[in-house]
């Protein structure tokens, strides 16, 4: 099998929108990825990218972000900082769990510590499933505990939130409650429009895991490789970091930075469904495996100056988000990515032109912003430790003090 590693940013760009390259990252992580958005291809993926999409419509996250998103990163912080510690991998993953379950459509009827503890264990099962071509372990292992995991969140997330919407949409088509008293989330969207997405609850299932792993694991992953991208910006200049202290639009260069430095995401992988030649004169034969090396796009020096150098304030061309390739591109492009990396108050386009925007902080920057109220940094006694059982650029554990 012929394998074409893209590692320019023009060469992925261009990958990412080729119709006939095919998701091919998750075949190995069958067990939670089978049928969901991420590996459909073609009219499956557009009909359920239609339905779906209408949750991430802009303004949305404008005003979660202005409703309650601080309250909650602001809350999940508080009995860290009063203790004096905290992990930052826990941490992220707390604060990122009820949103996401938020967005998926899984309730959480007491709202306890308890109950969003066992939903971060069940996310970190489901990403290790959806990631097992990076395993380090027994790969049956890890589908034995991802399939265990699946049906304990099954009996005690999914089917009583189903049972809930379902009542509700039989409610509204009876007319008794209006169109703005039904949740706006996946799950719904997809119950509202069963009979033309061709799904069953297995499906179901699998699409709700997946969305929990996919919108925690890399968010929390970015929270943590910002705050230590930062903390070592704080080392190196504190006089410049210091102003981002107080200047949210610094912070989120600085998380769109270390999201250009570190892609939760660090590879895309395709199948070509037909042969391709690129304008840089690549060629893709039909069948060959394509690996989009998006980490090394990122910092292609034809597109990024000093590209492994942390600098929130460099200059970017225009049409090139400052977060390079992080959140994908073309069809698969990430649906969350304003609710995870905002929207800057003005974005560059290809044509030069600025083009002002509303700004969304996103809630990488209210997770660190947070953090860094509260006083946070390294904890001089427990140094950083990376993920053994991966062989992706993550963290295990951060150990942090406050004050
Ligand atoms: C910093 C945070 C995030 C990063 C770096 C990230 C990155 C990515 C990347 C690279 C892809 C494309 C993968 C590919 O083409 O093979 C993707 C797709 C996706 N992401 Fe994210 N993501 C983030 C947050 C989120 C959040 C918060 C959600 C939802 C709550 C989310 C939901 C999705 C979904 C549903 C897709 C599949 C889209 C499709 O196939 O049409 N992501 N993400």
Excluded at 268 to 282: E, I, N, Q, S, T
Aim: with cysteine.
């Amino acid at each position: 099998m012929t394998t074409i590693t893209l590692d320019g940013y023009a060469d992925v760009r261009e990958a990412f929108r080729l119709r006939d390259l095919k998701q091919a990252l998750y075949d190995e992580g069958g067990v939670v990825m089978a049928g969901c958005l991420l590996v459909l291809h073609g009219d499956d993926h557009r009909v359920r990218r239609r339905v779906e999409n209408r949750l991430f419509r802009r303004g949305t996250f404008r005003h979660w972000e202005r409703a309650f998103l601080h309250d909650v990163v602001r809350d999940t912080l508080a009995p860290f900082a009063a203790e004096g510690h905290a992990d930052l991998v826990e941490l992220g993953y707390r604060t990122i769990m009820s949103l996401t379950a938020l967005v998926a459509g899984i309730d959480r009827p007491t709202g306890s510590a308890a109950e969003a503890d066992a939903l971060y264990r069940y996310a970190k099962v489901f990403s290790e499933g959806a990631t097992l071509v990076h395993t380090t372990r027994d790969p049956d292992a890890v589908r034995a505990e991802v399939r265990a995991a699946l049906e304990e969140f099954d009996a005690a997330f999914l089917r009583p939130s189903l049972a809930r919407r379902r009542d509700l949409l039989a409610r509204h088509a009876a007319g008794e409650l209006d169109e703005r008293d039904l949740p706006r989330d996946v799950l719904t969207g997809l119950l509202r429009h069963w009979d033309e997405l061709d799904i069953d609850e297995e499906i179901l299932l699998r699409e709700c895991a997946f969305y929990l792993q996919a919108g925690s694991h890399s968010t929390a992953d970015a929270f943590t490789h910002s705050a230590d991208e930062f903390f070592a910006w704080v080392r190196r200049d504190p006089a410049a970091a210091e102003k981002a202290l107080d200047d949210p639009a610094l912070l989120q260069r600085c998380v769109h930075e270390t999201l250009r430095l570190h892609p939760a995401s660090p590879v895309a992988h395709r199948r070509a469904l037909a042969p391709a030649v690129l304008r840089g004169g690549a060629e893709i034969p039909e069948g060959a495996l394509v690996v989009l090396d998006l980490a090394a796009a990122n910092r292609d020096p034809r597109v990024f100056e000093r590209p492994d150098e942390f600098d929130p304030l460099r200059e970017v061309p225009a049409g090139v988000p400052r977060w390079g390739h992080a959140f994908g591109g073309g069809m698969h492009a990430c649906i969350g990515t304003e609710l995870a990396g905002g929207v800057p108050e003005s974005v560059p386009e290809s044509d030069g032109a600025e083009q002002a925007h509303e700004q969304v902080l996103g809630t990488v920057t209210l997770m660190l912003s947070a953090l860094l109220a509260a006083g946070a940094r390294p904890d001089p006694q427990r140094p950083p430790q990376r993920d053994p059982h991966s062989s992706r650029d993550h963290f295990a554990s951060y150990p942090v003090v406050f004050g």
